[in-house]
């Protein structure tokens, strides 16, 4: 299940289980979606990305979901590895502007 | 290069000291952002530079943080009389921008302790 820790909050899952994080965006003109992965001590990375004319785009063991009308993002990892423990943040940008607005991020935990 | 280079990846310096970080972004993007990451927390947007343009400096937290980007290409991050608050994870991030934004790509930072 999900809790809140010190500063971000956390989903703790069973290795081979399904995680799936979620994300809130608030700019309804937001029309292009980032997840990033971010590993101790590195920058974060890029996993997978959706345009608001899609509503889920899937990579390898990795699928984005997009519900526009509640301006709602999740990612979602099939068969969750010990490799997948790390900070997953979204990013959005609106009308081709140049910036990315990034979420506060959710920290992922797999148990063996 | 291959992806944006940081330097240095840690850096100490003593409360009241200038230190200047360096950003090397993948050649041929023309955006480039400094972000800040406290511990455990998420990214803090502090500079966007984008082509010839002026620089979007809307994220800088005090007139001790500066920037700029020389030749269009590498970009040094300066904080004059460092204080312990400024201690963080600083990021650095390139993009190709072309009609649509794409993703960024992002160094590996540089961890500044402030002592």
């Known amino acids: 299940g999900e809790s809140v820790g010190l500063h971000l909050p956390t989903l703790s899952v069973q290795e081979g289980d399904n995680s799936i994080i979620n994300c809130a965006y608030s700019?309804?003109?937001?029309?292009?979606f980032i997840w990033y992965k971010q590993e101790s001590g590195k920058g974060p990375q890029f996993i997978i990305d959706?345009?608001?004319?899609?509503d889920k785009r899937q990579g390898q063991r990795v699928t984005v979901l997009l519900n526009k009308t509640v301006k709602h993002l999740s990612l979602q990892i099939a068969a969750t590895q010990p490799g997948d423990s790390a900070v997953y943040f979204c990013a959005e940008n609106a009308n081709a502007g140049n910036m990315l607005t990034f979420g506060g991020g959710t920290r992922l935990m797999v148990k063996p | 290069g291959a992806g944006v280079s940081q330097s240095p990846s840690n850096k100490v310096t003593e409360k009241g000291k200038d230190v200047e970080l360096r950003c090397d972004p993948i050649?041929?993007?023309?955006?480039l952002y400094w972000y800040r990451q406290s511990l455990g927390q998420g990214l803090e947007f502090l500079i966007y530079f984008q082509g010839n343009s002026a620089p979007d400096k809307s994220g800088l937290p005090s007139d001790r943080f500066s920037a700029e980007r020389t030749g269009g290409s590498v970009s040094t991050l300066t904080i004059q009389r460092t204080q312990q608050e400024d201690s963080a994870v600083y990021l650095c991030?390139?993009?190709?921008?072309?009609?649509?934004?794409?993703?960024?790509?992002f160094g590996s930072g540089t961890r500044l302790t402030v002592v």
């Open positions: 991030a390139s993009s190709l921008v072309s009609g649509n934004i794409y993703g960024y790509t």
């Open positions: 700019n309804s003109a937001s029309d292009y």
């Open positions: 959706i345009r608001s004319n899609m």
């Open positions: 050649s041929g993007h023309t955006a």
